[in-house]
Antibody, heavy 123, light 103 residues
Framework: EVQLVESGGGLVQPGRSLRLSCAAS????????MHWVRQAPGKGLEWVSG????????GYADSVKGRFTISRDNAKNSLYLQMNSLRAEDTALYYC????????????????WGRGTLVTVSS | EIVLTQSPATLSLSPGERATLSCRAS??????LAWYQQKPGQAPRLLIY???NRATGIPARFSGSGSGTDFTLTISSLEPEDFAVYYC?????FGQGTKLEIK
């Protein structure tokens, strides 16, 4: 089955760190760029970060630049998001998403999404 | 930074009616625009990419048009399952969403 499964969310205090994981299955993971997209409770979608198939192209939203780090392990079919210096405004459901086509760089159309993992930043 | 503005914020229609959703970009994005549908408690689903191409498995009643700064998502005849929130997207930017609700 083609799917993405996120994990690693939870309740964390402001200023602390958390690492999210996304396990991919059912497709050739190392052919595709991958992304993290978040959604605060009751709000819209916000792109967080993306990484190309070979980690050669990486991008971050301004709101997380310098605090979050995206990475991938193609041997393990896994995507990660290291989140440091967390703030209350980082509270959201974090989705892992796959680019639509296998290509160099970031393609920016997300045709497969996980169900998300909830991150709550609160003291 | 590109800003995407969707209108209306809420659209109230009945099943069988035609829905027209708008997305305006603050500067030209050529045809590099996507549309997503999100139902409560679910992840978004890609409907349209490159402004007018339907994604795999998307019914023909969904169509996209536009280029430059003005884009439209049209649902020709609403089915009960189409009532949801719709987002446009251009690279790392999403619009704020249009909620399509049953009248």
């Amino acid at each position: 089955e083609v799917q993405l499964v996120e994990s690693g969310g939870g309740l964390v205090q402001p200023g602390r760190s958390l690492r999210l994981s996304c396990a991919a299955s059912g497709f050739t993971f190392d052919d595709y760029a991958m992304h993290w997209v978040r959604q605060a409770p009751g709000k819209g979608l916000e792109w967080v970060s993306g990484i190309s198939w070979n980690s050669g192209s990486i991008g971050y939203a301004d709101s997380v630049k310098g605090r979050f780090t995206i990475s991938r392990d193609n041997a393990k079919n896994s995507l990660y998001l290291q989140m440091n210096s967390l703030r209350a405004e980082d509270t959201a459901l974090y989705y892992c998403a796959k680019d639509r086509i296998a290509a160099a760089g970031l393609n920016w159309y997300f045709d497969l999404w996980g169900r998300g993992t909830l991150v709550t930043v609160s003291s | 930074e590109i800003v995407l503005t969707q209108s209306p914020a809420t659209l109230s229609l009945s099943p069988g009616e035609r829905a027209t959703l708008s997305c305006r970009a603050s500067q030209s994005v050529s045809s590099y625009l996507a549309w997503y549908q999100q139902k409560p408690g679910q992840a978004p689903r890609l409907l349209i990419y490159d402004a007018s191409n339907r994604a795999t498995g998307i019914p023909a009643r969904f169509s996209g048009s536009g280029s430059g700064t003005d884009f439209t998502l049209t649902i020709s005849s609403l089915e009960p399952e189409d009532f949801a929130v719709y987002y446009c997207q251009q690279r790392g930017t999403f619009g704020q969403g249009t909620k399509l609700e049953i009248k």
